[in-house]
């Protein structure tokens, strides 16, 4: 027989409980590996030798990105094999080799313009996780057509990077900042209603989806950061 549960019992409220640290472990992760990647770039961006060997030569810049895919790939497919130890070194590697790569923005935009689009984006982030999280209706019909819209966005940016079209250039950037402000509702409420369901404790599986939660708005976040670093940065040079 299923266990019943009624509301005020002790086992509801031990459920209650469970979800409730795991969603702020979602956020408490997520804040951290941007951290890591802040103080990565910005450490990076300070070393003009360490800086210039990374993005001078392809075949390390190349080696970075396969790499940051990879983990992404590995976490994303085979994260509840793995321990939660490794799950959160991986997550944290990854954190580190993104700051890495994306240490150029500290060469190509001044800080007070870097500052500048890390607020707005933290700002609209906040906004649409609580829509997100709040929000009634279910967002998971759109799954399919932000999954389309994605893959869409990927492939016009990779022909604009032989194209090197003006237009095409901000097309991207404006669809770029409505696909991950919709996917960050989107993924809110996904990871809402997956600790809801699985969530009933805390223990090494149940911290594995909050830490694969954490990783989906990370990547929402820092992908936003990007495109509205577009609108928003001023060029050093």
């Given at each position: 027989m299923e266990?019943?549960?009624k509301y005020g019992s002790p086992v509801l409220e031990g459920v209650q409980s469970a979800y409730r640290v795991l969603m702020r472990k979602v956020y408490l992760w997520m804040s951290l590996a941007l951290a890591v990647t802040?103080?990565?770039?910005f450490y990076i961006a300070s070393n003009p030798g360490l800086l210039q060997t990374i993005f001078t030569s392809r075949g390390i810049f190349l080696m970075l990105i396969i790499a940051e895919l990879a983990l992404v790939f590995i976490l994303s497919a085979r994260i509840m094999k793995?321990?939660?130890a490794t799950a959160?070194?991986?997550?944290?590697?990854?954190?580190?080799?993104?700051?890495?790569?994306m240490s150029f923005i500290f060469i190509r935009f001044t800080m007070s313009s870097i500052a500048g689009a890390f607020f707005v984006t933290a700002g609209m982030f906040a906004v649409m996780s609580f829509i997100g999280f709040t929000l009634k209706k279910d967002l998971a019909s759109f799954g399919s057509f932000f999954f389309m819209a994605l893959v869409g966005l990927?492939?016009?940016t990779i022909v604009n990077a032989f194209w090197a079209n003006s237009v095409l250039y901000w097309v991207i950037t404006y669809i770029g900042v409505l696909l991950f402000v919709g996917l960050t509702a989107y993924d809110t409420?996904?990871?809402?209603h997956m600790l809801m369901e699985y969530?009933?404790?805390?223990?090494?599986?149940t911290q594995k989806l909050a830490l694969l939660g954490s990783l989906s708005l990370?990547?929402?976040?820092?992908n936003l950061f990007l495109y509205i670093l577009r609108f928003f940065g001023r060029n050093d040079n």
């Open positions: 266990r019943e549960i802040g103080m990565t770039s793995m321990s939660f959160g070194i991986m997550f944290a590697a990854y954190s580190v080799l993104n700051g890495v790569t990927v492939i016009a409420q996904k990871i809402k969530g009933d404790e805390v223990n090494d599986n990370y990547l929402d976040f820092i």
